[in-house]
């Protein structure tokens, strides 16, 4: 019927209609450049806190009125001033002991020179009774003389030789005695500088500036040997502690120091001494690792000091407090790892950043004057790597850590491995992906996403195609 009314069928086309590309939003991938911020918390505690105790014991004379808990103390400050009248008196009474071992020496020596002066008189008589009893001898073989006149020659002789060797034992006796008084008036000056240390003791000074935080003594104690007085808190510098994770000290060691050119080349990087878990998970179970790997050097030949070893390179670090809606900043260095390893409860590396100069003006901003112990900051370490990083937003990271990326008309699947999300924008590695500056990454979700998936950006004008073309006229 529709044929005897004239009615042509539907003509074929010659060529089946082309896929319809999808319409996407892309935001350009960005290079990081030289600087990755890597920010954590942290608390505020003291440089160092110093025990104030008492060398010796005594009632308390004077004490500073400043010496309470909440004052600031200068260093040199007295601070306790202890009774010192006893030992005014143990001085004196050494010093007498000392200066009466002085006088016997000097009564010690002029009895030496005395008696050296009555043993040469006791050696001439020895030596004319020696005479006497040779010339008695002499006429006693003439028979001149009787036998009880050579007796009492030789008796003679005796005497003087018994009186000089008398003298040369006290002669020697002397000596002793002298070695005795010298070694007493030694140990009474000993005594003596001891009592005058013990007296010096007896005032107490400050030995830094800072906070007293504890002073458990009241005025006029009686305080023992050894006894705490005081705990000051040095507010010359503080120091913060905070943690970093295990990927984030890989780029602490990673840092250039400011004197080393930063390497940016995806080809060219030389890697650190450790590597972060996540790498060594890589090469653990067999995939490509980006990086080679350092040599390892001999155990008996360190190459560098133990304690070289475990510090941290010099990083500046932003010590931030926020209050109010607003953030008041401190310059800080991050200074070393705060203990011998990893916290077992987190995981993480305990580190100190040390602020120098932990007072601000406040005069035009406002807001604290000083970091106190006990504030909770936040630490931004600045540190310089030595390979290349991008930043892509946050919503085009997708899961399984993969990115789409739209290259020649086309959706391309990547992997990569991010280092820090913050504020909506991921850092990515620039080594350990395909992933370059200046690609066009998907940020609009897409249906059934998959590896050559035709798409289009948002706003782009499509090529006319053939089959359009066609559509317009029939068949011949």
């Not at 006796?173 to 002298?178: H, K, L, P």
Request: aromatic residues 2%; negative net charge.
């Amino acid at each position: 019927m529709f044929f005897a009314l004239g009615a042509r069928p539907e003509p074929k086309r010659k060529g089946e209609a082309r896929q319809k590309k999808l319409l996407v939003e892309t935001v350009a991938v960005r290079a990081l450049g030289d600087e990755l911020v890597l920010e954590t918390t942290g608390e505020v505690v003291p440089h160092a806190e110093i025990a104030i105790a008492t060398e010796v014991g005594g009632r308390i004379l004077r004490k500073h009125e400043r010496l309470r808990v909440g004052e600031f103390v200068t260093r040199g400050q007295v601070l306790i001033e202890i009774d010192p009248e006893r030992f005014n008196l143990e001085i004196a009474r050494l010093t007498t002991i000392r200066d009466q071992a002085e006088s016997d020496l000097a009564q010690i020596d002029r009895d030496e020179k005395n008696l050296a002066g009555l043993i040469e008189l006791a050696r001439e008589s020895h030596r004319l009774s020696a005479l006497d009893r040779k010339r008695a001898e002499e006429l006693l073989a003439q028979s001149a003389t009787s036998d009880a006149e050579v007796n009492l020659t030789r008796k003679a002789e005796l005497t003087s030789r018994d009186a000089l060797q008398r003298m040369e034992n006290e002669l020697r006796d002397i000596d002793a005695r002298r070695t005795r008084l010298t070694l007493a008036r030694n140990l009474a000056s000993i005594q003596l500088k001891q009592a005058e240390l013990d007296r010096d003791s007896a005032v107490l000074l400050a030995p830094v500036s800072g906070i007293v935080v504890a002073a458990p003594i009241e005025d006029h104690a009686v305080l023992q040997a050894g006894q705490q007085i005081a705990v000051i808190e040095d507010t010359s510098q503080v120091e913060v502690h905070c943690h970093l994770t295990m990927d984030e000290m890989y780029w602490v060691w990673n840092h250039t120091q400011d004197d080393e050119p930063v390497q940016l080349t995806p080809n060219r990087f030389t890697s650190p001494t450790r590597g972060s878990q996540s790498e060594l998970a890589l090469l653990a179970a067999g995939d490509e690792f980006p990086l080679s790997l350092p040599p390892v050097p001999d155990r008996d030949v360190p190459d560098h000091p133990r304690g070289e070893a475990r510090s941290l390179p010099a990083i500046h670090t932003d010590v931030v407090f926020g209050l109010g809606g607003e953030e008041f900043k401190w310059n800080g260095t991050l200074a070393r790892i705060d203990g011998a390893g990893l916290d077992s409860e987190s995981r993480t590396v305990p580190c100190r950043v040390v602020v120098e100069r932990p007072t601000r003006d406040t005069s035009r901003s406002g807001g604290p004057q000083t970091l106190m112990r006990g504030m909770f900051v936040s630490c931004r370490i600045h540190t310089r790597p030595r390979r290349q990083l991008l930043t892509v937003p946050e919503i085009g990271i997708r899961p399984g850590n993969e990115v789409w990326l739209m290259r020649d008309g086309q959706l391309h699947v990547e992997p990569i491995r991010i280092v820090r999300v913050s504020s909506g924008v991921a850092v990515i590695d620039g080594l350990s992906a395909a992933v370059r500056a200046g690609d066009h990454l998907i940020t609009t979700p897409v249906p059934d996403a998959r590896e050559g998936l035709p798409v289009m950006e948002t706003g782009a004008q499509p090529k006319p195609s053939n089959d359009k073309a066609m559509a317009k006229g029939g068949p011949t």
